[in-house]
């Protein structure tokens, strides 16, 4: 079993769970448990399901033959291919169910959505001609882990769409492309060798990290912007997180970066959850 558990990739599921959380919030007195568990679960499935993706497509391709980061069940000869590829399909499965039941419930538009999201997590690193191979990565992950699932989120539970609410979705894609930022930061040296035109392989390690700070940056003004004066105070609770952040990319711990970036991903969902609910007082 730990074998596969190393495939879901635990540390990536907070990417899923936070634009649901936040959303689901902002809905207020129009929340449904219901639709909120069918939106996590359709969020988690398709995070799992991407990473089999990205485990299977690289690995058959080769690309994480000489990887830097955490092992890969096909690089690693762990588990064969095929059962990687089943185990995406299947994660691509529970998250058609789950979506299925939201287009039923609340709008047929909703099952286009989740079919684009689902060629889009496959075309990442998969098929013939794949995005993530040519610096696009990052603006599907804004689009689709941002926008597309916070907005979707709070659409499902309300049934409308206001600016907060893409400002909110624009914040937690912000957030989430940090993350793919420092994994392709970490990749480098790797990408290049296996031919993979990354972000941060065509524009580098030194504006890439500023991007990263860019991006950082805006999901904090973000959270000014929508938030009341009192709500504002839970930012400090943000700043021991963002001094970590500071220490381990000055001293070029990637590896470290990624894991308190996705600390600092979950807490300022929660923060920020916390003062959307705050503001309904």
């Known amino acids: 079993m730990k074998?596969?558990?190393?495939?879901?990739?635990?540390?990536?599921?907070?990417?899923?769970?936070a634009p649901v959380m936040v959303a689901s919030a902002y809905a207020g007195d129009s929340f449904s448990f219901t639709h909120g568990l069918a939106?996590?679960?359709?969020?988690?499935?398709?995070?799992?399901?991407?990473?089999?993706a990205n485990d299977y497509s690289d690995g058959v391709r080769g690309t994480d033959k000489n990887r830097v980061g955490p092992m890969r069940l096909v690089a690693s000869g762990i588990k064969s291919a095929a059962s990687v590829k089943r185990a995406a399909y299947i994660s691509f499965f529970v998250a058609m169910i789950a979506g299925s039941y939201l287009a039923l419930t609340v709008s047929p538009w909703l099952f286009i959505v989740g079919v684009i999201a689902i060629i889009a997590a496959w075309g990442?690193?998969?098929?013939r001609n794949p995005y993530g191979y040519r610096g696009l990565g990052e603006i599907s992950v804004f689009i689709f882990f941002g926008l597309v699932a916070t907005v979707g989120t709070y659409y499902i539970h309300t049934t409308t769409i206001d600016l907060r609410i893409v400002l909110i979705g624009s914040a937690m894609g912000a957030i989430a492309c940090c993350i793919l930022l420092l994994n392709n930061i970490r990749d480098i040296e790797t990408d290049i060798t296996a031919g993979k035109r990354t972000l941060s392989v065509r524009i580098g390690k030194k504006r890439s990290i500023t991007l990263y700070w860019s991006l950082i940056t805006l999901s904090l003004f973000i959270f000014v912007t929508t938030?009341?004066?009192?709500?504002?105070?839970?930012?400090?609770?943000?700043?021991?997180?963002?001094?970590?952040?500071r220490k381990v990319i000055?001293?070029?711990?990637?590896?470290?970066?990624?894991?308190?970036?996705?600390?600092?991903?979950?807490?300022?969902?929660?923060?920020?959850?916390?003062?959307?609910?705050?503001s309904f007082r």
């Open 124 to 127: 990442y690193t998969g098929g």
């Open 227 to 245: 938030s009341s004066f009192p709500s504002l105070l839970l930012l400090f609770f943000l700043i021991p997180q963002l001094l970590q952040l």
């Open 3 to 17: 074998p596969w558990l190393l495939g879901i990739r635990p540390k990536t599921l907070p990417a899923a769970i």
């Open 250 to 278: 000055a001293s070029d711990e990637l590896i470290k970066a990624l894991e308190a970036t996705g600390k600092f991903q979950i807490l300022f969902a929660l923060l920020l959850s916390l003062a959307l609910l705050l």
């Open 39 to 52: 939106a996590l679960i359709v969020a988690l499935s398709l995070q799992i399901a991407v990473n089999f």
